[in-house]
């Protein structure tokens, strides 16, 4: 409920202006569900800011009827970074992708991070530049054939999950575009965290990319490569008769993929715990790529630690509570200061 006599609904959140994306795009999928996960915050559509950079994701801010900002190519986090700063207040989303986010913009982000500022990353990662019509991206595979690489990416992609934790993001997920009760729920958790949340959406581009999480996302084949990480439970997948499991090998200390039965039970893998300070085994997790191990999905890492928009606001507080209000002349000339005086001389 945003307001005593004001229910919110997901209609409240669309805008007046044509989504246009490509039909099929996994966009489309989640604008719905950020759409509908609003009016369950409870906080008014006047405190609710949504900011991109430039790419497909990018147009979010023109379907969301918040307060929003397109901004320039990478500059989103540093752009969010200021507003939230500066009134902290207000509820700030930054929509970004895996070209936006992490060449161009890869400075501001991982900065954002570390500092963690109170904002919500999403981060679409569609292995492919859409908007610019099918170059190979930060996160595109090794050997990947676009317009700008026809025999082959010869570079090691990123992945997203893995910066976001070395950048020192005090919470990381990920979830998927189709996967809608995941993906709100996910959402859900961003919106209640205190702190830079980091969220990597895999998402689909039928048009340059198509299939690219297909080996996730596929019916037949979903259960079997998707670990959901549940806090307080052993990290166990795949479907029933088909049981495995993730233990930790103490000599190589490396994750081991395990078949349960036969004496390896769920009580012999690894207990997940997202609140752990140590970001290692989220580190392990988010390494962990097919065909040799699942794909993590949900939270792998949710830690409290002081925000920077919070720590600058107490910082204003304490000196103006140590030396008043003040005026811009006595801050301008208070400290190390100098006068140039006509004939060329300098006083302190």
């Known amino acids: 409920m945003a307001t005593d006599t004001t229910v919110l609904k997901k209609k409240d959140f669309q805008s007046d202006q044509e989504v246009r994306w490509c039909p099929g795009c996994g966009d ?20 609710l800011v949504v900011i991109s950079g430039i790419g497909c994701s990018s147009r979010f801010p023109y379907y969301m009827n918040t307060f929003g900002f397109h901004t320039i190519h990478g500059r989103a986090p540093a752009i969010a970074t ?6 902290p207040d207000l509820e700030v989303w930054v929509i970004t992708g895996d070209g936006d986010a992490l060449s161009i913009g890869g400075n501001h982000l991982i900065h954002a991070l570390r500092r963690n500022v109170n904002l919500k990353i999403l981060l679409f990662n569609n ?7 099918g170059q190979y991206s930060p996160t595109s595979e090794v050997g990947k054939r676009t ?13 997203p999950v893995s910066v976001a934790l070395g950048a020192g993001a005090s919470m990381v997920a990920r979830s998927v575009d189709i996967f809608q009760k995941h ?8 919106a209640e965290h205190s702190g830079s949340a980091f ?15 297909s080996y996730l996302t596929d019916k037949e084949q979903r259960e079997a490569e998707g670990l959901y990480l549940e806090h307080g439970q052993p990290l166990v ?7 495995r499991g993730l233990r ?7 994750l081991e993929n395990v078949a349960l039965g036969d004496g390896v039970e769920a009580e012999d893998c690894l207990v997940w715990d997202e609140n752990r300070p140590d970001p290692a085994l989220a580190f392990l997790l988010a390494q962990c790529r097919p065909p040799e191990y699942p794909t993590a999905l949900g939270v792998l890492r949710r830690v409290e630690r002081p925000t920077y928009d919070g720590a600058v606001v107490e910082q204003i507080a304490q000196q103006q509570e140590r030396r008043g209000t003040g005026t811009l002349e006595e801050l301008l000339y208070s400290g190390e200061t100098w006068q140039v005086a006509a004939d060329g001389s300098i006083r302190r």
């Open 147 to 159: 317009k700008s690489t026809p025999v082959g990416s010869i570079d090691t992609p990123f992945d």
């Open 199 to 213: 969220v990597e959406i895999l998402q689909n581009c039928n048009i340059f990319n198509d299939g690219a999480f």
């Open 248 to 254: 930790l090998d103490p000599t190589s200390l490396r």
């Open 82 to 87: 200021g507003l939230k700063t500066s009134r």
């Open 183 to 190: 993906l709100k729920e996910t959402l859900r958790r961003v």
């Open 127 to 133: 292995r492919i530049y859409g908007l610019t019509k």
């Open 237 to 243: 997948f795949g479907p029933e008769g088909a049981r």
């Open 28 to 47: 489309y999928a989640i604008l719905s569900a950020l759409q509908t996960v609003m009016p369950e915050l409870g906080i008014p559509k006047e405190r």
